[in-house]
């Protein structure tokens, strides 16, 4: 079983940074993922890391969110830049033991993701 925990968010004015981490329970063959839900939102994947290396963004955060791991620490992270009022919500981490491959991405929906966070807060004020 995996357990992952999620920290970093916060309060950031649209414009900031932030960095969320994920300290798990894993081993790097893993596929990891970032995932996030606002306010009357569905949950919208974010970012994924395939256990091979390959990455896949949302369009909504290409260019501005960079998703990256250091396995000697088990952590996986989310560098958020330029952050817009619309990227504020509750970011989880999760895990699966393989990333599905579908039309030239690695998947971002949250069904194929079996291992969850608890959550961390990011709000971003205009």
């Known amino acids: 079983q995996v357990q992952l925990a999620e920290s970093g968010g916060g309060s950031v004015q649209a414009g900031g940074s932030l960095t969320l981490s994920c300290v798990a329970s894993?081993?790097?063959?893993?596929?990891m993922a970032w995932f996030r839900q606002g306010p009357g939102k569905e949950r919208e994947g974010v970012a994924v890391l395939s256990n091979v290396g390959g990455i896949s963004y949302a369009d909504s955060v290409k260019g501005r969110f960079t998703i990256s791991k250091d396995n000697a620490k088990k952590t996986l992270y989310l560098q958020m830049n330029s952050l817009k009022p619309e990227d504020s919500g509750m970011y989880y981490c999760?895990?699966?033991?393989?990333?599905?491959?579908?039309?030239?991405?690695?998947?971002?929906?949250?069904?194929?993701?079996?291992?969850w966070g608890q959550g961390t807060q990011v709000t971003v004020s205009s």
């Open positions: 894993y081993s790097d063959r893993y596929c």
């Open positions: 999760a895990a699966n033991t393989f990333c599905p491959w579908s039309d030239g991405v690695w998947s971002l929906s949250g069904r194929d993701y079996t291992y």
